[in-house]
């Protein structure tokens, strides 16, 4: 018998047929965590990253921008009333988009937030009010 080199079609399709098995056992698992951790990025965004430049913000100059003002005078001076006395910016790095690539949404005074100074929100995967924003007042 000469030597044989190379695989038959039986033994590609047994690898093959391996190789789906695992995949299906493994893709399950992993298909929502892309979206638990674009939740996570918001929660971490909203309570920490932002919250920490609005602080500061506040800090510096005696009150949280306006709602007029927007999250915008954290990367800008403000040139609207009430201007910023003792702007020391920028406070944040990039513009305030969600994992999902829409604006963070602010507003000062706050309407939702009984328990905080302003309020923060996400409008989470679909864009739209609803029940998957995520807030700074929940």
């Known amino acids: 018998m000469k030597n044989r080199h190379g ?23 992993l298909a929502g965590r892309s979206e638990q951790a674009r939740v996570a990025i918001a929660k971490t965004d909203i309570s920490s990253n932002i919250a920490t430049g609005l602080d500061l913000y506040e800090l510096d100059n005696g009150t949280y921008p306006s709602t007029e003002q927007g999250l915008n005078a954290l990367i800008e001076k403000p040139s609207s009333s009430p201007a910023p006395v003792n702007w020391n910016g920028p406070y944040i790095r990039r513009e305030p988009k969600d994992p999902w690539g829409n604006l963070y949404k602010y507003s000062f005074p706050p309407t939702n937030n009984t328990k905080g100074d ?17 807030t700074n007042w929940n």
């Open 7 to 29: 695989f038959t079609l039986i033994e590609l399709m047994l690898v093959v047929i391996i190789i789906a098995a695992l995949a299906a056992m493994i893709l399950p698992r």
């Open 118 to 134: 302003y309020d923060l929100y996400s409008l989470g995967p679909d864009g739209v009010e609803s029940g998957d924003d995520i």
